[in-house]
């Protein structure tokens, strides 16, 4: 993503409605702050959408666009900038036009949710990518064959991906620092009042002793074999075997840190999961049980209901009113 000095880099704001303003404010402010700091213009924008109509953001904020995409001068970079309810928001032309883009070898990004967009148009088959950790799952179960990182950003050949919200920041600095050097686009960040840039090495979400509040190696060891192990869970027995230590020294352990057994921690930990899919996908029930553990969808739909206090098809279809 090298720039040749002298030249404006494009960028071509797509947006999507629903789209997230934070992650979207993320990733234009850097340029304009580029700009600022230049005293001249290395970057230019232009905001549209699929037919030049204003765009409604996920707070209820409008945004007026100045052209539709099919009429926008030719970027360098397209960035498609999306949020919540993006499967409801992908269609047909706007993936032929996304990869007519790519054909004429423009770099294309997308920030929070507009990696589905470009999973869906076959742009990240060859490609690492991110998505915000809340739709993780859902990207998974749809896409399994693609390589979908905890990265905040992603970057690879001419694709990059962003988790969103600030991590769009971050994506953006990293363009910036290659089209020019670190040291400048560490004047942006110190603009921006962000002290620390990060890098694609880090996680969206902090690791698990952090965000447990537990050290322990043997509960570390216990959560992350749950957590890689969903759809076909292991006994406390095999559990409490693989770590070296009893069933009741297993018991004790989550007793101390978290007040309750290893056996309702795994629980939470899988219907948090079917709730993912059931909200961001269109499994059915029947499927997310299994993907989840569960034998059968009335097993599933009892423990989903006694977790969250309603059923696994009244969550969707109360969801599916405000979509």
């Not at 702050?33 to 209820?60: D, Q």
């Amino acid at each position: 993503m090298s720039s040749q000095e002298g030249l404006v880099k494009r960028f071509l704001f797509v947006l999507i409605e629903d789209f997230s303003l934070v992650a979207f404010s993320n990733a234009i402010e850097p340029l304009r702050l580029a700009n600022r700091i230049a005293k001249k213009n290395i970057y230019s924008w232009e905001l549209a959408s699929e037919h030049g109509e204003k765009v409604t953001c996920s707070n209820g904020i409008s945004i007026d666009v100045k052209v539709d995409i099919y009429g926008a001068k030719s970027p360098n970079y397209v960035v498609l900038c999306s949020g919540e309810n993006v499967k409801n928001h992908t269609n047909k032309s706007l993936m032929n036009w996304i990869r007519k883009e790519a054909r004429k070898n423009t770099t294309i990004g997308a920030i929070c949710t507009g990696t589905y967009i470009l999973a869906k148009a076959g742009l990240l088959n060859d490609c690492k990518s991110t998505i915000h950790w809340e739709n993780q799952d859902s990207l998974k179960e749809e896409f399994s064959d693609l390589t979908i990182t905890e990265s905040i950003y992603a970057i690879d050949k001419r694709r990059f991906t962003s988790a969103g919200g600030t991590a769009s920041l971050d994506l953006m600095l990293y363009i910036i620092s290659q089209d020019f050097h670190t040291g400048f686009a560490k004047l942006i960040a110190d603009q921006m009042i962000h002290d620390s840039i990060r890098t694609e090495l880090d996680k969206q979400l902090p690791s698990i002793p952090n965000r447990i509040g537990a050290r322990n190696p043997k509960i570390l060891t216990a959560i992350k074999s749950m957590e890689s192990n969903i759809e076909e869970p292991l006994s406390p027995l095999i559990l409490a075997a693989n770590l070296g230590i009893s069933i009741r020294q297993l018991e004790r352990l989550f007793q101390r840190y978290f007040a309750k057994s290893p056996k309702r921690y795994y629980m939470e930990l899988r219907l948090q999961k079917a709730r993912n899919l059931l909200l961001q996908t269109e499994m059915n029930v029947l499927q997310i049980a299994l993907a989840c553990g569960f034998s059968s969808s009335s097993h599933f739909s009892k423990c989903y209901k006694s977790a969250f206090n309603v059923t696994p098809h009244n969550e969707r279809g109360f969801a599916n009113q405000f979509n």
